[in-house]
């Protein structure tokens, strides 16, 4: 497609619950990225995918996070057994090469989770 | 990745230039700097990035000093719709971007 989509723009679930964000990438981008951004806060790195390399996991706040990405494409973030403080917007970002080169990164227009 | 270091805030008038200040002292040789935007409740967007050369394209110009401990983001004539939080960032070209807390940029008719 013509940028990153994320779905659903909005998620509202209660404390306890699981649930899934999804992002689809830039078509061709190899490297994709997880962020989310808490209000009022800056953006907070989770996890990168470059290819068929192992995933950067170092920035997951807990074990309730984790991701994955099929076919090199489609990503799906989960977080587990949700809690109030999980409430943000998670972003997702692409790029045509690691670490995004010459072409910076193109992010989508997020998730908005909010936790009851 | 090296730190960076920016004002929290800055008033521009509009059409004039806004002149964004970052300070990376303890940047490496292979680091570049980095700078992306993110409008109110958007996703950040890439404007432009340079090793040591000065970088000019349609949105900014990046001057980045001869020892590279500094650099300063310009936006030629600012409008209303440049009112963005800016951020800094010195990374390896391959290396993920890690977000501080910018200078909110704010454009004043």
């Known amino acids: 497609g013509a940028g990153v989509s994320q779905s659903p723009s909005n998620k509202v679930t209660e404390k306890g619950k699981d649930v899934e964000l999804r992002c689809d990438p830039i078509?061709?981008?190899?490297?994709l990225y997880w962020y989310r951004q808490s209000l009022g806060q800056g953006l907070e790195f989770l996890i990168y995918f470059q290819g068929n390399s192992a995933p950067d996991k170092s920035g997951l706040p807990s074990d309730r996070f984790s991701a994955e990405r099929t076919g090199g494409s489609v990503s799906t973030l989960t977080i587990q057994r949700t809690q109030q403080e999980d409430s943000a917007v998670y972003l997702c970002?692409?790029?045509?090469?690691?670490?995004?080169?010459?072409?910076?990164?193109?992010f989508g227009s997020g998730t908005r989770l909010t936790v009851v | 990745d090296a730190k960076t270091t920016q004002p929290p805030s800055m008033d521009c008038a509009e059409g004039r230039a806004a002149n964004l200040p970052c300070n990376h002292s303890t940047i490496s040789g292979n680091e570049y700097v980095y700078w992306y935007r993110q409008i109110h409740s958007q996703g950040p967007q890439y404007i432009i990035h340079?090793?040591?050369n000065n970088e000019t394209n349609e949105m900014a110009s990046l001057i980045i000093t001869e020892d590279r401990k500094s650099s300063t983001l310009i936006l030629p004539h600012a409008t209303l719709r440049d009112t963005a939080v800016y951020y800094c960032i010195a990374r390896w070209v391959t290396g993920k971007l890690i977000f501080g807390q910018g200078t909110t940029l704010q454009v004043k008719p």
């Open positions: 340079g090793l040591k």
């Open positions: 970002a692409s790029s045509l090469a690691q670490g995004g080169g010459n072409y910076g990164y193109t």
């Open positions: 078509s061709g981008h190899t490297a």
